[in-house]
């Protein structure tokens, strides 16, 4: 009796195996993705039959921290064209990834700015309400008007791929975007916030507490 017990459930639990097996076995050979990724470090999924034509390498550190921090952001330019064309297409795909970029940007600017009002109205309660007024419209105007530089000091093309389509081939240059070159344009704002003396400070840990909310909770797409 214990004999069959056992040789039936050792029978009921290689079927489950199989079958678990089994049911990996066909989500790998039928999912359509595969996952691009740059010095271990996952990027996106692209399409099972593209031919990765480029991979930057030595990025590895950078992208882990990136990723950890929650700021991995990346941007899939595309451009269709004939074969032979890679080149050209290739800086036309990336030309649309920094577009992607630029829209981006200006969201993250006006989710900033929105959020940023509220530490305008919790910092300006003091005595000296004009100068904290005047301060922080001039950082706010910095910071905004030098995002879109941000475009060419804090991206870069990671990976090229192209996908064949019917009597075509879509290119694709993936950009990768550090935010925290935009942390530095309010880094270089300091010299402006410390005219506040302490209640420079508080505002500067706020204000970089806002940046990092317009980066998380704006979606890259």
Same mark, same amino acid.
């Not at 034509?53 to 992208?63: H, I, Q, S």
């Not at 000091?153 to 879509?170: C, Q, W």
């Given at each position: 009796?214990?004999?069959?017990?056992?040789?039936?459930?050792?029978?009921?639990?290689?079927?489950?195996?199989?079958?678990?097996?089994?049911?990996?076995?066909?989500?790998?050979?039928?999912?359509?993705?595969?996952?691009?990724?740059?010095?271990?470090?996952?990027?996106?999924?692209?399409?099972?039959?593209? *031919?990765?034509?480029?991979?930057? *390498?030595?990025?590895?550190?950078?992208?882990?921290?990136?990723?950890?921090?929650?700021?991995?952001?990346?941007?899939?330019?595309?451009?269709?064209?004939?074969?032979?064309?890679?080149?050209?297409?290739?800086?036309?795909?990336?030309?649309?990834?920094?577009?992607?970029?630029?829209?981006?940007?200006?969201?993250? *600017?006006?989710?900033?700015?929105?959020?940023?009002?509220?530490?305008?109205?919790?910092?300006?309660?003091?005595?000296?309400?004009?100068?904290?007024?005047?301060?922080?419209?001039?950082?706010?105007?910095?910071?905004?008007?030098?995002?879109?530089?941000?475009?060419?000091?804090?991206?870069?093309? *990671?990976?090229?791929?192209?996908?064949?389509?019917?009597?075509?081939?879509?290119?694709?240059?993936?950009?990768?975007?550090?935010?925290?070159?935009?942390?530095?344009?309010?880094?270089?704002?300091?010299?402006?916030?410390?005219?506040?003396?302490?209640?420079?400070?508080?505002?500067?840990?706020?204000?970089?507490?806002?940046?990092?909310?317009?980066?998380?909770?704006?979606?890259?797409?």
């Amino acid at each position: 009796m214990d004999n069959n017990i056992i040789l039936w459930t050792g029978v009921g639990l290689g079927l489950v195996a199989l079958l678990i097996g089994g049911i990996f076995l066909y989500h790998t050979l039928t999912y359509p993705f595969k996952p691009l990724d740059i010095d271990g470090v996952k990027i996106a999924e692209i399409p099972k039959e593209a *031919v990765i034509e480029f991979k930057k *390498v030595g990025k590895g550190a950078e992208l882990k921290q990136l990723q950890k921090d929650g700021f991995l952001l990346y941007f899939d330019g595309i451009a269709e064209g004939a074969p032979g064309m890679g080149s050209v297409m290739y800086n036309q795909a990336e030309q649309d990834a920094r577009e992607q970029l630029s829209r981006y940007l200006n969201s993250v *600017v006006t989710d900033f700015q929105q959020r940023a009002q509220g530490v305008l109205q919790s910092s300006s309660t003091g005595t000296d309400n004009d100068k904290v007024v005047a301060v922080t419209n001039t950082v706010f105007k910095n910071v905004s008007s030098n995002f879109a530089k941000t475009i060419q000091t804090g991206a870069e093309v *990671v990976a090229k791929y192209y996908v064949m389509k019917a009597g075509r081939i879509e290119y694709h240059s993936v950009l990768v975007y550090n935010p925290k070159t935009a942390f530095s344009l309010l880094q270089q704002q300091s010299y402006l916030i410390e005219q506040l003396g302490d209640q420079g400070k508080e505002f500067y840990e706020n204000l970089n507490k806002v940046l990092e909310e317009a980066f998380k909770n704006t979606p890259s797409k």
